[in-house]
Structure formats: structure tokens, C-alpha cells
T-cell receptor, first 113, second 114 residues
Framework: GNSVTQMEGPVTLSEEAFLTINCTYT??????LFWYVQYPGEGLQLLLK?????DKGSNKGFEATYRKETTSFHLEKGSVQVSDSAVYFC????????????FGAGTRLFVKA | DTGVSQDPRHKITKRGQNVTFRCDPI?????LYWYRQTLGQGPEFLTY????????KSRLLSDRFSAERPKGSFSTLEIQRTEQGDSAMYLC????????????FGPGTRLTVT
């Protein structure tokens, strides 16, 4: 079945540091890939998405590229801010999975001033 | 577009009691999903509806759980004879068929069973 594996946290960075959170997936079909973010005390928000191979999703300075050959969708940001402190979830969804979203376990990011 | 709403936001109940949660999806969305999230984990799929039809249920959804979407709009999730292991955040999401697989999530209902 479909699954998502992402790097364990927590990840602690200083402000303006470069961020990478690794994510790999297993899927039988052709999934869409997502990164969701959960800020403290808030619900899940869609951060970015990519729907086919080589697509790059981007939003708020975050980027991720859909790599079919390595089945990866790593999240990157060039310069993190304290306000980026949150839990980040990699996820996938496709028709063969019944359209439900499969999430990774989440990676908690702490950014220090 | 007011987003997905859930009610209540928090529920504390004693073991053995029944609880019911409500989800109101984004108005034009025809798919509605329920997920459960425990501390330190990603959300896990429970069930989903297309309009009023319940199309899939996870093995996580024991016979104590039941979900309905009677008119294809709001949905309810009921847990009968709650157990401490049911303590979790229950998330609702909605989407529109034909606009990709993107789902919009509500704020969740946090259930604590004492």
C-alpha cells in the first residue's frame, strides 16, 4: 500500500539557516504530493503541492520538487524565521488509495532567534 | 468560503460514555474525510464520503465508531462506549472531485477520555 516516510525530528535551526526536511514515498499509482504545516494550537494547513513528476511546489519561501526517480519530495527553505517553527507533514494522495491522504509522522521544527 | 468547521473543539468524557462530533465542510465540496491524530503522529485515515455515500472505512474504525453524512452536507462521527485509547484529535477535511486531491482541514476536535 501507499506510505510516506519523513525524517525524524525535532530539527533545531538558528534564524536564517537553510532548511531541508527529507520525505520519500511508496505508491502504486501516480500520486499527488503535499506538504502540510501545523502551527502550535492550530489545524493543518496546506503549504504546497505537486501533482506530477518534476513539478515544483512553492509557497512562503518553501519549495519541494516531485522526484519520481528517487520517489522523494524534500522540503527546503533558504532562510528560516522564528515564525516557521511548526510541525511539517509530508503526504500523498491518489485514486488507487481511494483519494484519502496518507501522511508521514511529521517533523517538528524549532527556529531560534 | 468560511473553511471547514468542527464542533466541539474540545470534549472531555468519561470512559464508557458516547460522544458525537460534527463537521461542516466547505459548501461546494462533495467529498468529506475523517482522520484521527494521536500525539506525535501524522493523521490516520478513518473514513470518507462522496456526497452522502460512505465509500471507504479504515480498519481503525471499530464497530464502536459510526459516521454519517445524511444530506451530503455536514457529517457526524459518533463513538460509543468510549475507551481511553480513543483519546486523540479527530480531524475533518473536505475536497471537490475534479480539482485534484487537495483536502482542506478543519481545526479538529480534541477528545480526552478519562
Amino acid at each position: 500500500g501507499n506510505s510516506v516516510t519523513q525524517m525524524e525530528g525535532p530539527v533545531t535551526l538558528s534564524e536564517e539557516a537553510f532548511l531541508t526536511i527529507n520525505c520519500t514515498y511508496t505508491a502504486t499509482g501516480y500520486p499527488s504530493l503535499f506538504w502540510y504545516v501545523q502551527y502550535p494550537g492550530e489545524g493543518l494547513q496546506l503549504l504546497l503541492k505537486a501533482t506530477k513528476a518534476d513539478d515544483k511546489g512553492s509557497n512562503k519561501g518553501f519549495e519541494a520538487t516531485y522526484r519520481k526517480e528517487t520517489t522523494s519530495f524534500h522540503l527546503e527553505k533558504g532562510s528560516v524565521q522564528v515564525s516557521d517553527s511548526a510541525v511539517y507533514f509530508c503526504a500523498l494522495s491518489d485514486a488507487t488509495g481511494g483519494f484519502k491522504t496518507i501522511f508521514g509522522a511529521g517533523t517538528r521544527l524549532f527556529v531560534k532567534a | 468560503d468560511t473553511g471547514v468547521s468542527q464542533d466541539p473543539r474540545h470534549k472531555i468524557t468519561k470512559r464508557g460514555q458516547n460522544v458525537t462530533f460534527r463537521c461542516d465542510p466547505i459548501s461546494e465540496h462533495n467529498r468529506l474525510y475523517w482522520y484521527r491524530q494521536t500525539l506525535g503522529q501524522g493523521p490516520e485515515f478513518l473514513t470518507y464520503f462522496q456526497n452522502e455515500a460512505q465509500l471507504e472505512k479504515s480498519r481503525l474504525l471499530s464497530d464502536r465508531f459510526s459516521a454519517e453524512r445524511p444530506k451530503g452536507s455536514f457529517s457526524t462521527l459518533e463513538i460509543q462506549r468510549t475507551e481511553q485509547g480513543d483519546s486523540a484529535m479527530y480531524l475533518c477535511a473536505s475536497s471537490f472531485v475534479g480539482r485534484g486531491y487537495e483536502q482542506y482541514f478543519g481545526p479538529g476536535t480534541r477528545l480526552t477520555v478519562t
